[in-house]
């Protein structure tokens, strides 16, 4: 239950093709994560999935069905919104329990589903309470524990965790994933934010402008990306990108090198530079030069304890085992 | 935003305010139309057969014409200009801390509630009658001649009565948006150094613009049929006869039906310039 | 602004805006007393405030002169009618204004507002005509079916505003839950609209309830509403204060505890759902 395929499917508002044809599997129990700039039609893809936007063209099969024309609730999947959208009259109880209701489930199963989700996600204590009355997270726990009593063959999450604060989102991030290893239920994960993709995924699904970029795994990605895009997209802080005459040197339109791949000294190495700021994080530092040809600033992430300071001359060394290497077109050459 | 089967459940939906208020529109209008070519005088031998534009040159070029036209711009623009400017120092006030808010605010808006008969004959009677009224007694006190305000300050007097039946509605919807205002905006602008009457300007006023707007179209809509206020104080006499009072004589007093006709598409227009003139600035901030 | 207000401010603040609440309120203030008043009090030069020997006798003077009660009920059936009404047929109409919209949505909504600028007057006689012919002359079903047909721009207009305040997910999340139409307008957007559908309704109740033109003209003895019996103190007996206090009193007191009960939603009401 829930392996999900797109065949050629496209989505138009009006005269704008948001999605260009596009195809793509999601199997039974995988943690996708659609990853991509904003309006790169991330969340346009998860609506076409849920059905809560008709699809232009093509056609889109849940469990080996044709799913294109199912109404939403007919698909037999659960979605979780950015702003949770709980219903603000209903107790927590009544929220959890509605789509239930709605599907005509008696009573007492209801009531067991709702106090195994309540127990499961900390809320038995806030059934009664109204959203209102509920914190960021918990009424986050309140939107996920709606789409569990479901029991759907697939959960949607559209930036669940963006409206909540840094501290939070991390502990919900562990939460979703622990869930996810418990349930083994296919989820199909929108986000903006690379790490949430990286750290949670076991498929990330890289788009820009409608356009699948790369489709792989985390490290896969991190690895070898596809294209200068990815490259700039996945790994934090971003990969410096070099054009001009130190690529050429190595027979590419742009080379490019993670901070975390860049040896610093302040004796010796390949290339020289100016520190501009150096952002000391105690168990890293984030150290951006000036006066590398190609690529200003130019980002390195050295050790905690590296003691460079505003000004100070430095030099760099890649470690050529992990350089990227891409083509006027943008495309990896390997 | 939406799947094909909403859409066309929508439109069902829609259908029946939409259809209604076409009606209420077109069938009305045409027959108002087909009238205005007619001399129709229903206590008179009733249809009389075509008329031409006849009725169209008479109503435009009797002497009533133009100056009802003007009567019915200045009750509009000078209730308009008094209900904005009191509506935002209202609203000003009403919003600074004090004790009892709830209970001004209610004192403030009390008048929307008076039906406009009641109001028009409290008035005229009470406050403005030359010799029983209460101005009449005020102005005594300080020695002066009572004034004869419905015949000879009869636009200003009809003014002050509508005014005071829109004020609390302006207020009202001026004192939310205040309330909407960043204070921190304020308090930037303190912080640059701008003085009070500065602030009010750069910061208060643009930040008003909307809610004015809206004050603007919805008493246009309202006051340009103000009725009952005339027919109970003038009677249209004294100079206070709108467009909406001089047709309502021609077609109820006079029963000249083609002619009040006329000037129903007269005023149709009139309204239609102001609408469009309107909803022009409405279309713009209606997503603001 | 978080600032300390020193007391002293905030009495001067008080000072000055209950003295400009209680001016905006004395024509009403001074009706309702005038009311109690003998006619000869209601017109004693000075005048006077609370001094008086109060009296009910100009109440039982009105009751003897005209069948409040019939104008009464008139009243309350057209705008309780009207607004009823008027609210079945505005409820879907913004409803899929507001969550299904599409681009000729705006162009609707104002042509439906500028609807509202027909001079009532221009269309008088067609429509005067239409109700002989109908039979609805001086009936209370022609001026529902008038006054909703006036107020519904606004009823939806005002709907349409508060509806938007619901956030679109929350209904798709419904449409996910497996909600049907009719379980969303029931379960959903019903429960979740009911504050701005008060106001709607009570600002539309008032808005019919002070009608003045085609109740006036519409007419005459069988279905006139309040502000027919009011306009019937025109005159002569409009130079008995007194009397015209007590009438006026009793056209306006249904509105002003009706406004005085429901305050939240009347001022959220009052401004037409328009800002917020």
């Known amino acids: 239950m829930g392996q999900i395929q797109l065949n050629q499917v496209t989505k138009s508002f009006g005269d704008v093709n948001v999605i260009p044809p596009l195809d793509l599997t999601i199997h039974e129990g995988e943690f996708t994560v659609f990853v991509g700039p904003s309006g790169c039609g991330k969340s346009t893809l998860l609506r076409l999935i849920a059905g809560l936007e008709d699809i232009t063209s093509g056609q889109i099969d849940i469990d080996g069905q044709d799913a294109t024309n199912l109404p939403p609730a007919k698909r037999g999947l659960a979605m979780v919104f950015q702003s949770y959208a709980l219903?603000?009259?209903?107790?927590?109880?009544?929220?959890?329990?509605f789509p239930m209701k709605m599907a005509g489930m008696d009573e007492a199963e209801q009531t067991r589903r709702i106090d195994a989700a309540a127990k499961a996600l900390n809320l038995t204590d806030y059934l009664d309470r109204r959203p209102g009355q509920l914190s960021g997270g918990q009424r986050q726990r309140v939107a996920i524990g709606r789409a569990i009593v479901r029991e759907p063959s697939a959960f949607l999450f559209d930036e669940p965790l963006s409206n909540l604060d840094a501290a939070l989102r991390v502990g919900m991030r562990l939460e979703i994933s622990e869930m996810h290893k418990r349930l083994k239920t296919t989820m199909i994960y929108v986000t903006h934010d690379q790490v949430e993709a990286m750290t949670m995924a076991d498929k990330i699904v890289v788009l820009q402008a409608g356009v699948i970029e790369q489709v792989g795994s985390p490290l896969e990605l991190y690895r070898e990306p596809r294209n200068k895009f990815v490259a700039g997209f996945i790994g934090s802080p971003k990969m410096n990108l070099i054009e001009g005459s130190e690529a050429a040197k190595h027979n590419a339109h742009t080379i490019g090198i993670r901070p975390e791949h860049l040896d610093v000294s302040t004796t010796e190495g390949q290339w020289q530079g100016t520190v501009g700021v150096a952002e000391h994080l105690g168990s890293d530092t984030f150290i951006h030069i000036h006066g590398i040809e190609g690529c200003d600033p130019l980002t390195v992430r050295a050790g905690g304890e590296v003691a460079v300071k505003h000004g100070d001359t430095v030099y760099l060394t890649p470690q050529m085992q992990h350089l990227h290497k891409f083509g006027a077109d943008g495309l990896r050459i390997s | 935003m939406a799947t094909q089967h909403s859409r066309s459940a929508a439109r069902m939906m829609m259908a029946p305010a939409v259809i209604l208020l076409l009606g209420w529109m077109l069938v009305p209008l045409i027959m108002t139309?087909?009238?205005?070519?007619k001399k129709y005088l229903p206590l008179r031998g009733g249809d009389l057969g075509w008329a031409g534009f006849d009725n169209y040159v008479r109503f435009v070029t009797s002497s009533a014409f133009w100056p009802s036209v003007q009567a019915t711009l200045v009750i509009v623009g000078g209730t308009l200009l008094i209900t904005v400017v009191f509506g935002v120092l209202l609203g000003i006030l009403l919003n600074q801390p004090m004790w009892g808010q709830g209970v001004v605010r209610i004192l403030v808006i009390a008048p929307f509630f008076v039906m406009p008969t009641v109001s028009a004959l409290v008035w005229k009677n009470m406050f403005m009658d030359p010799v029983n009224g209460l101005f009449a007694h005020l102005w005594k006190f300080?020695?002066?001649?009572?004034?004869?305000?419905?015949?000879?300050?009869?636009m200003f007097s009809i003014i002050t009565i509508v005014s005071w039946q829109w004020l609390p509605f302006a207020t009202l919807i001026l004192l939310t948006a205040i309330q909407s205002l960043d204070g921190e905006q304020l308090e930037a602008s303190e912080m640059d150094g701008a003085p009070v009457l500065k602030r009010f300007y750069y910061i208060i006023l643009p930040h008003l613009s909307r809610a004015i707007t809206i004050v603007i179209l919805i008493e246009t809509i309202f006051l340009l049929s103000i009725f009952a206020e005339i027919f109970v104080t003038t009677g249209g006499a004294f100079g206070s006869r709108t467009l909406t009072y001089l047709i309502f004589q021609r077609v109820l007093e006079s029963q000249n039906v083609g002619l009040g006709s006329a000037g129903g598409v007269y005023a149709i227009i009139l309204a239609n310039i102001v609408a469009i003139f309107l909803m022009r600035i409405v279309g713009k901030n209606l997503d603001a | 602004m978080a600032r300390a207000v020193t007391n002293q401010r905030k009495a001067i603040n008080t000072a000055a805006a209950w003295a400009v609440g209680l001016l905006i309120f004395f024509p009403i203030l001074w009706t309702i007393l005038t009311?109690?008043?003998?006619?000869?009090?209601?017109?004693s030069d000075p005048p006077v405030l609370f001094a008086f020997d109060w009296t009910l006798q100009n109440y039982s003077d009105v009751l003897d002169r005209s069948n409040y009660g019939?104008?009464?009920?008139?009243?309350?059936?057209?705008?309780?009618?009207?607004t009823i009404l008027?609210?079945?047929?505005?409820?879907?109409?913004?409803?899929?204004?507001?969550?299904?919209?599409s681009k000729k949505t705006k162009d609707i909504l104002l042509w439906m507002l500028s609807t509202k600028m027909l001079p009532a007057v221009g269309v008088l006689y067609p429509i005067y005509l239409i109700f002989i012919k109908l039979g609805l002359l001086d009936s209370r079903t022609g001026l529902?079916?008038?006054?909703?047909?006036?107020?519904?721009?606004?009823?939806?207009?005002?709907?349409?505003?508060?509806?938007?305040?619901?956030?679109?997910?929350?209904?798709?999340?419904?449409?996910?839950d497996g909600a049907g139409l009719k379980d969303k307008i029931l379960f959903i957007l019903t429960p979740m609209a009911i504050p701005g559908i008060a106001s709607t309704m009570l600002l539309n109740f008032i808005l019919a309830w002070n009608e003045a033109f085609w109740t006036l003209n519409l007419t005459a003895a069988k279905a006139a509403p309040l502000t027919a019996f009011i306009a019937s103190y025109s005159s002569p007996e409009g130079l008995f204060y007194a009397k015209l206090s007590a009438a006026s009193t009793m056209?306006?007191?249904?509105?002003?505890?009706?406004?005085w009960f429901s305050q939240k939603q009347l001022v959220s009401g009052l401004t037409f759902g328009a800002v917020k």
């Open chain 1, 87 to 97: 219903y603000p009259h209903m107790s927590v109880r009544k929220n959890i329990a």
């Open chain 2, 33 to 37: 139309l087909y009238f205005s070519f």
């Open chain 2, 142 to 154: 300080f020695g002066a001649q009572p004034v004869e305000w419905l015949s000879d300050a009869s």
């Open chain 3, 35 to 43: 009311s109690f008043k003998t006619e000869a009090q209601a017109i």
């Open chain 3, 70 to 82: 019939r104008f009464l009920m008139n009243s309350i059936i057209i705008a309780g009618g009207s």
């Open chain 3, 86 to 101: 008027g609210l079945i047929i505005a409820i879907p109409a913004a409803w899929s204004m507001a969550f299904v919209p």
């Open chain 3, 144 to 176: 529902i079916i008038v006054l909703m047909l006036m107020n519904l721009p606004i009823i939806v207009w005002m709907l349409y505003t508060y509806f938007k305040e619901i956030p679109g997910e929350i209904l798709e999340a419904g449409r996910m």
């Open chain 3, 251 to 259: 056209a306006i007191a249904p509105i002003l505890i009706l406004g």
